[in-house]
């Protein structure tokens, strides 16, 4: 697989406030990576750089595989927060400008602005419009080109339930027509929907990052109980069975292995001679697992 | 290049404050031209249309037209300050302009300003010189063309510094404000300090209004009467003064060029956020 972006070592810090950190991201083409975290947690800051925004202070980035340029960008859709464009032009013209800079024929402009449901609009000024259907200019502006690579940052951000539907509908096809995508999000659901991998962001280090089957996979939690919990805690602890233990309010709350059911447990309890009187399932949902995880540090 | 300009033409042609400023250049361009020759006939012996003669016309209109640049000055820092306002910058960085290229798109714009006013200027004095001028002789007409050339100049000048006090603020008033006091008020203000010294014709402001001076009317008036006897200019106290001109121009040259220097490196550092 070809490498799209591959960030070593990025660091930013605004005074004193650091923003990131040490960051380092591999992204391959045809992946929908997610970069998840609380507000605050370096993602815009991320983009911001890759995208020629704003300058690091240390580390580097490559877009396919060599040092950053602006005429790569031109290949490149992006949405860095909230769209910016001339407030006095219309919408074509805005859409205009943006194609001589990347240095294409007008001819896409009717086809993105169809797709972002602006069409009818496409002569009224850019000022005129609600904030909605700005994020769906921004967003057909990023798409102008059919480029290869979308950078979204937060594209839902500010619409409404249908807006939000809408958004995510346009960014699921280009990601099923095999474009690559890096979105930034706050919102665990949004990144689970769209993205095949995710990097998890706090206060600008990296948390975690890989596919996210694996990443935000629901651990199998049970809790149990039995007549004398030390021994049986001593004994799991020797096995394949477990991969966390811990003991809460006098009852043992296990993290099981992969593919180790309960029952598993139980029979192994049993051959022990310890017989379980209390068993109980404690699934945990993904935004309890993605809170914890942004938690852990604190 | 084409691209850039093609851009910044989209950009200004349908911003109304550039119209409205464009207008207010041309109103007072042509107003000037109406209102002198209309003074003129109240003035007995002397009369200003002797200014509109081939070849004075070319330094005086040059003379009363450079006032205006600061229009011209006006019109880069709004588009300028504009681009920050509204974030687009940002986005055209994002598209995939280089900050060179953001720059070299305000320069663009600022060589298109001076040479319009240049052309317009140009086409006004040949008028009319064609209209005021008894004796008309190919030679007489473009003597002191030279001027338009060092009016380009001094256009080019005014609004790479509005450019870069536009680039420094960012704010659109504050910039207009910063610009207007520096031209109407520090400038005179350390060149009355300074009064005494050298020094005061080396300030950046009055190297380029320098580089377009007050012809030497008692020179004009003296040719006009025929007079035999020549006027003790010294003693009239208006003799031109400051530095010689080519060190005017060099001073000039290298004020432009850190005008763009420091602009590319405000370009280069800042946060287009």
Known sequence: MREILSIQGLSKSYKNVRAIRNLDLQITEGQAYGILGPNGSGKTTTLSIVTGIIRQDRGSFLWFGKEPEASQRRNIGSLIETPHFYPYLNLERN?????????????????????????????????T???????????????????????????????????????????????????????ASHILS???????????????????NGPVKELLAEDEIIEISCDNNEILREKLMDTPLVKELETENGLLVLTLNEKVSPAEVNAFAFANKLVIHHMLSRKRSLESQFLELVKEEK | MRRLLHIEQVKLLNYNPFRITLGLYL??????????????????????????????????????????????????????????????????????LSRSELLLQKLLLVAVLALFATLLLGLTSLTLGLIYSYKLTFKIAME????????????????????????????????????????????P?????????????????????????????????????????????????????????????????????????????????????
């Not at chain 2, 450079?66 to 940002?90: D, G, Q, R, S, W």
């Not at chain 2, 100049?153 to 680039?167: C, D, E, K, Q």
């Open chain 1, 129 to 183: 419009l609600s904030l909605g259907m700005k994020q769906r200019l921004g967003i057909a502006a990023a798409l102008l080109g059919d480029p290869r690579v979308l950078v979204l940052d937060e594209p839902t951000n500010g619409l409404d339930p249908e807006g939000i539907a809408e958004v995510r509908e346009i960014v699921l096809q280009q990601v099923q027509e095999g474009k690559t995508l890096i979105l």
């Open chain 2, 27 to 96: 109103l007072a361009f042509t107003l000037g031209l109406i209102i002198y020759p209309a003074v003129d006939k109240e003035i007995p012996v002397i009369s200003l249309s002797d200014l509109f003669r081939f070849p004075d016309v070319w330094v005086f209109l040059t003379w009363v037209t450079e006032p205006y640049n600061i229009l011209l000055a006006l019109i880069v820092i709004m588009i300028t300050t504009k681009e920050f306002n509204n974030h687009t910058f940002k986005t055209q960085l994002i598209f995939g």
């Open chain 1, 190 to 208: 949004e990144v689970e929907k769209i993205c095949t991998h995710v990097a998890i962001l706090k206060k600008g280090e990296l948390l975690a």
């Open chain 2, 144 to 187: 002191n063309t030279w001027i338009l050339g060092r009016y380009l100049l001094s256009s080019f000048a005014y609004m790479s510094l509005g450019l870069l006090v536009a680039l420094l603020i960012k704010n659109t008033a504050l910039s207009l404000l910063t610009f207007i006091a520096l031209r109407v008020f520090v400038d």
């Open chain 1, 95 to 127: 859409l205009k400008i943006i194609c001589d800079i990347k240095g294409m024929p007008y001819r896409d402009i009717n086809r993105v602005l169809e797709t972002a449901q602006l069409a009818e609009r496409k002569r009224s000024r850019f000022s």
């Open chain 2, 189 to 273: 203000v350390l060149f009355l300090i300074l009064r005494k010294q050298e020094l005061r014709w080396y300030l950046p402001m009055r190297t380029t209004t320098q580089l377009t001076p007050l012809p030497d009317l008692i020179e004009i008036f003296q040719r006009k009467l025929n007079s035999s006897e020549p006027i003790n200019e010294s003693a009239m106290d208006i003799l031109p003064e400051g530095l010689p001109a080519w060190l005017n121009i060099l001073m000039v040259l290298l004020y432009t060029s850190l005008a763009v220097f420091f602009s590319y490196r405000l370009m280069q550092r800042q946060r287009f956020t």
